[in-house]
């Protein structure tokens, strides 16, 4: 069955530096992957979507890479503050038309100032 | 950036009653809607595909007689849980996706989530 695993359920870094996240999964290839993020107690906010012919994507301090030979995508927040401290959701489409996306459990990122 | 709402963000409510959930898409047409359930420290789980005019597919292992989804129009869909328990107590979520004039096939747009908690 499809498997999505973000391989770090908490990550800790120093404001400025650079979060770097995972998300790997097996059993499937995918059309496309979207990163979200989650604020506590609120529903999802889109960040990025990178489709499987692209390499790499950037939106202001962010970025995504995906590698469909290593099944892999990593996401990137560079210069990094103490408000970028939120849980970030990996998901996957499903390829059928009208289906919905495919969440991995997220990873919950702490910027200490 | 489009906006969906939901109502209300926050139930408590007995053991045996049924709460209604209502996810609105604010400024676009939804073809389709999606409804997640979320526990604690967990993932978003689907629980059910609604497109309007039809009914809704659910997903394996989610009861459709007890989480009753209507998409009566473009903008509106609903979700009841009837005769609700504890252990139906859950971060409910609902996304939309708009049609061919609301912007890329994947886009989807999420709700602020509804906390229902059952006593």
């Known amino acids: 069955s499809q498997k999505i695993e973000q391989n770090s359920e908490a990550l800790n870094i120093q404001e400025g530096k650079t979060a770097t996240l995972t998300c790997n999964y097996t059993n499937y290839s995918p059309a496309y992957l979207q990163w979200y993020r989650q604020d506590p107690g609120r529903g999802p906010v889109f960040l990025l979507l990178i489709r499987e012919n692209e390499k790499e994507k950037r939106k202001e301090r962010l970025k995504v890479t995906f590698d469909t030979t290593l099944k892999q995508s990593l996401f990137h927040i560079t210069a990094s503050q103490p408000a970028d401290s939120a849980t970030y959701l990996c998901?996957?489409?499903?390829?059928?038309?009208?289906?919905?996306?495919?969440f991995g459990k997220g990873t919950t990122l702490s910027v200490s100032s | 950036g489009a906006v969906v709402s939901q109502h209300p963000s926050r139930v408590i409510c007995k053991s045996g009653t049924s709460v209604k959930i209502e996810c609105r898409s604010l400024?676009?047409?939804?073809?389709?809607m999606f409804w997640y359930r979320q526990f604690p420290k967990q993932s978003l789980m689907l629980m059910a595909t609604s497109n309007e005019g039809s009914k809704a597919t659910y997903e394996q292992g989610v009861e459709k007689d007890k989480f009753l989804i209507n998409h009566a129009s473009l903008t509106l869909s609903t979700l009841t849980v009837t005769s609700a328990h504890p252990e139906d107590s859950s971060f409910y979520i609902c996304s939309a996706r708009p049609g061919l004039a609301g912007g890329p096939r994947e886009t989807q747009y999420f709700g602020p989530g509804t906390r229902l908690l059952v006593l």
């Open positions: 400024d676009f047409q939804a073809t389709t």
């Open positions: 998901a996957l489409d499903s390829r059928q038309a009208g289906t919905a996306l495919i």
